[in-house]
T-cell receptor, first 112, second 110 residues
């Protein structure tokens, strides 16, 4: 079945450690996105990528990094520079142009 | 700056009581407006895409409409299983960013 897979579903890390969240899609979509969602809040855009080896900062990119070496994969690294990393992280993908994005099931990151 | 504002923040309805959710937006060159449904702890589920003012789309008890400044999600005779958070998003032509509102939490009482 085609879809977007985020892993792991739950992730716990100690403060000061970098952590990488995985996002893989087999929909042959060109564009991929990372969002952060805090309780009672909407989705805030962290990074997005429209083609391989290229990506743009969203509204809250500080403390995060991404790579897009393959069309299918768009991993997100939460670095120690991110001051409040505990949140629900959502990855999405879409066909280029005026089309909707489809989402994975999310990764809940807790930093202790 | 592109912006999406949804109202109300939360809405409680009795089963069968129809209502509408509002999404006001400002964007320089709208490529598309999207509605999603999100259940707790899950990723958003796509509902509709609207491209131009005057466009309408329907799915079961939901109907989405679009004007030049806002979109409405009308829910007719809702059931308890329609309880969820409904998210609105816009995509700008100049950079293809998809920007979301904060959502409306809808609770349908049996």
């Amino acid at each position: 079945d085609g879809g977007i897979t985020q892993s792991p579903k739950y992730l716990f890390r100690k403060e000061g450690q970098n952590v990488t969240l995985s996002c893989e899609q087999n929909l042959n979509h060109d564009a991929m996105y990372w969002y952060r969602q805090d309780p009672g809040q909407g989705l805030r855009l962290i990074y997005y990528s429209q083609i391989v080896n290229d990506f743009q900062k969203g509204d809250i990119a500080e403390g995060y990094s991404v790579s897009r070496e393959k069309k299918e994969s768009f991993p997100l690294t939460v670095t120690s520079a991110q001051k409040n990393p505990t949140a629900f992280y959502l990855c999405a993908s879409s066909i280029m142009g005026n089309t909707e994005a489809f989402f994975g099931q999310g990764t809940r990151l807790t930093v202790v | 700056e592109d912006q999406v504002t949804q109202s109300p923040e939360a809405l409680r309805l009795q089963e069968g009581e129809s209502s509408s959710l509002n999404c006001s937006y400002t964007v320089s060159g709208l490529r598309g407006l999207f509605w999603y449904r999100q259940d707790p702890g899950k990723g958003p589920e796509f509902l509709f895409t609207l491209y131009s003012a005057g466009e309408e789309k329907e799915k079961e008890r939901l109907k989405a409409t679009l004007t030049k400044k806002e979109s409405f999600l009308h829910i007719t005779a809702p059931k308890p299983e329609d309880s969820a958070t409904y998210l609105c998003a816009v995509q700008a032509r100049r950079d293809d960013k998809i920007i979301f509102g904060k959502g409306t939490r809808l609770h349908i009482l049996p």
